[in-house]
């Protein structure tokens, strides 16, 4: 059996994502055009990687799919964010009263030298 690694660019990563999204909300290219007012063409060659969208036009393609224009760059689905959830919440429930005091403690102590750093004028 062999691994085959998979490196894509950002630009890549864009268009399967919106593929993907696109697809699963059950959209053609024309639907989202009228959605993010552009045309269909616009759509299809931003898809096909003739294109690169302007950071507004991504804003407006991600309203119209409904999601945060970061999961338009993310290489996790939403169903695999909901995977992990569960997991790491059980991990958090197993882990001993003591370690989550220890956590909680160091996490207090590094906000409040952050919070006290960001008030200090000399910082400025």
Not at 44 to 73: C, H, N, T, V, W
Not at 99 to 119: C, G, H
Request: proline letters at 4%.
């Amino acid at each position: 059996m062999s691994i085959r690694l998979v490196v894509m660019t950002l630009q890549q990563l864009f268009i399967a994502n919106l593929k993907r999204i696109r697809k699963e909300r059950g959209l053609s290219q024309m639907t989202l055009s009228g959605k993010c007012d552009t045309t269909s063409n616009y759509i299809g060659q931003i898809e096909m990687g003739r294109r690169i969208p302007s950071f507004d036009k991504i804003e407006k393609i991600a309203a119209a799919l409904e999601i945060p224009s970061y999961e338009l760059f993310t290489c996790e689905t939403r169903e695999k964010q909901k995977e992990q959830k569960p997991k790491t919440y059980e991990y958090l429930i197993k882990m001993p009263v003591n370690v989550k005091k220890e956590i909680t403690s160091r996490m207090t102590s590094i906000i409040k030298k952050e919070i006290n750093a960001s008030l200090d004028p000399q910082n400025y």
